[in-house]
């Protein structure tokens, strides 16, 4: 499986940005999928993660009521809509595929993708 996350950008505090991640070479629904971040001289961290129908999902406390995440299974698509974006949001996000279950463990992910940076500035 490939992933191809996009989306990413600069935008200010306040603001809203959407990610999307295109999945290929496998059966997209057969995944959870999940995106993490990774901030400059920070461990990767879980952000959002939903289960294969999409009728599971699972938030960070620093994004919950923030952040969405979403599956389009037709489309091969996972998203993470994020609005009201805070300077401490900046870091390359990640998405991630897992055989296993929606889970917050970054090692359960069996794929990942390339990353996209955001940036919020203030």
């Known amino acids: 499986v490939q992933l191809q996350a996009s989306g990413g950008g600069l935008v200010q505090a306040g603001g809203s940005l959407r990610l999307s991640c295109v999945a290929s070479?496998?059966?997209?629904?057969?995944?959870?999928m999940g995106w993490f971040r990774q901030a400059p001289g920070k461990e990767r961290e879980f952000v959002s993660a939903?289960?294969?129908?999409?009728?599971?999902?699972h938030y960070a406390d620093s994004v919950k009521g923030r952040f969405t995440i979403s599956r389009d299974n037709a489309k091969n698509t996972v998203y993470l809509q994020m609005n009201s974006l805070r300077p401490g949001d900046t870091a390359v996000y990640y998405c991630?595929?897992?055989?296993?279950?929606?889970?917050?463990?970054?090692?359960?992910?069996?794929?990942w993708g390339q990353g996209t940076q955001v940036t919020v500035s203030s």
């Open positions: 991630a595929a897992s055989l296993f279950i929606a889970t917050q463990t970054g090692a359960k992910y069996d794929y």
């Open positions: 070479g496998g059966t997209f629904s057969n995944y959870a």
């Open positions: 939903i289960s294969t129908s999409g009728g599971s999902t």
